[in-house]
């Protein structure tokens, strides 16, 4: 996984470049966070698990605002999937809170995240 998330680090820091987005130099400095600090396997690496936590907030939360500022409103394409990654963004976070429904399918909902962030990825120009 941490070559999974240097490599979308990576491309997601080209975004940034490719549309001087400030944000999504923050997303994939979060990303690169993630990778240097993976999520622990027993309970003794408590700080590496925190950081691995705080870093995944930011990066959904920064990743889902600058896909959306960046592509603009529309209903092509790449605003869409923007959209859609900020909507399924939104509902992790209410799995994440122990919303009903949600709760259950939260590992699904940041896979979904993962998928719409190297869609929208791919769509930038």
């Known amino acids: 996984m941490t070559l999974a998330f240097l490599a979308l680090a990576t491309a997601t820091a080209a975004a940034a470049w490719i549309t ?33 936590t705080a870093a995944g907030f930011v990066f959904f939360v920064s990743m889902s605002i600058g896909a959306v500022t960046v592509s603009g409103r529309g209903f092509a394409i790449q605003p869409t999937v923007a959209w859609l990654l900020a909507v399924v963004t939104v509902l992790f976070f209410a799995g994440l809170g122990g919303a009903p429904g949600l709760k259950e399918v939260r590992g699904l909902l940041q896979r979904a995240c993962f998928a719409l962030t190297v869609a929208w990825l791919v769509l930038i120009r």
């Open 20 to 52: 001087a987005s400030s944000v999504l130099l923050v997303a994939a400095a979060s990303l690169a966070t993630i990778a240097a600090a993976p999520e622990p396997a027993s309970p003794a690496a408590r700080a590496r698990g925190i950081i691995h």
